[in-house]
Nanobody, 118 residues
Framework: EVQLVESGGGLVQPGGSLRLSCAASGFTFSSYYMSWVRQAPGKGLEWVSNIHSGGGSTSYADSVKGRFTISRDNTKNTLYLQMNSPKPEDKAVYYC???????????WGQGTQVTVSS
């Protein structure tokens, strides 16, 4: 059974930093692209970032480029999102997701809440 469990969310001040983690199990983690997706209050899902199965290639939404960094540790089956200089508009529930066939996300975690406020 595929399981994705996010952690690390919470309250962070604008300009601070926060690192999200996603522990994966039930599949061969090192064989798949992974994504972070977020949902702000009252809004739809917004793709944040992708990372290649080997970690050598990443991509970001323009809204977070230069501030967030996606990474992975395939020895620990864990995905990360380093959030630097967060802004109030980054407040959202953050989900990690496994990318399946057709480049769509086929499994999702339960999400972790991030609030950016002073």
């Amino acid at each position: 059974e595929v399981q994705l469990v996010e952690s690390g969310g919470g309250l962070v001040q604008p300009g601070g930093s926060l690192r999200l983690s996603c522990a994966a199990s039930g599949f061969t983690f090192s064989s798949y692209y992974m994504s972070w997706v977020r949902q702000a209050p009252g809004k739809g899902l917004e793709w944040v970032s992708n990372i290649h199965s080997g970690g050598g290639s990443t991509s970001y939404a323009d809204s977070v480029k230069g501030r967030f960094t996606i990474s992975r540790d395939n020895t620990k089956n864990t995905l990360y999102l380093q959030m630097n200089s967060p802004k109030p508009e980054d407040k959202a529930v953050y989900y990690c997701a496994k990318v399946g066939g057709g480049s769509s996300c086929d499994y999702w975690g339960q999400g972790t809440q991030v609030t950016v406020s002073s």
